[in-house]
Nanobody, 119 residues
């Protein structure tokens, strides 16, 4: 069974960089035809796609966040990571990692982790 688990600090100060990791079990992030995603949901708002990294390490980002976002991976840990720089309180959200297939439907999700941006 595929499982994804987010980890990282729950509190980040404004102007700092938010860093989260997603550890995958039951699947390998280098397997063909999958996209490994980051998504967030601010309090009281809808889901917002942040970006993905592929099995070969290619990345794609939301245009609205692209200038502040970096997604990378550590294949030795079967893990992919999110870095979001210059955060503001508007970046406070539940952050999720998820797997998507070739049709971009997300079939497995982590439980999510709340990140609060506050001084």
């Amino acid at each position: 069974q595929v499982q994804l688990q987010e980890s990282g600090p729950g509190l980040v100060k404004p102007s700092q960089t938010l860093s989260l990791a997603c550890t995958v079990s039951g699947a390998t992030i280098t397997a063909n035809s999958y996209y490994w995603n980051w998504i967030r949901q601010p309090p009281g708002k809808g889901l917002e796609w942040i970006g993905w990294i592929t099995n070969s390490g290619d990345t794609s980002y939301s245009p609205s966040l692209k200038s502040r976002t970096s997604i990378s991976r550590d294949t030795s840990k079967n893990q992919f990571t999110l870095q979001l720089s210059s955060v503001t309180p508007e970046d406070t959200a539940d952050y999720y990692c998820a797997r998507a297939g070739a049709n971009f439907d997300m079939d497995y999700w982590g439980k999510g982790t709340l990140v609060t941006v506050s001084s």
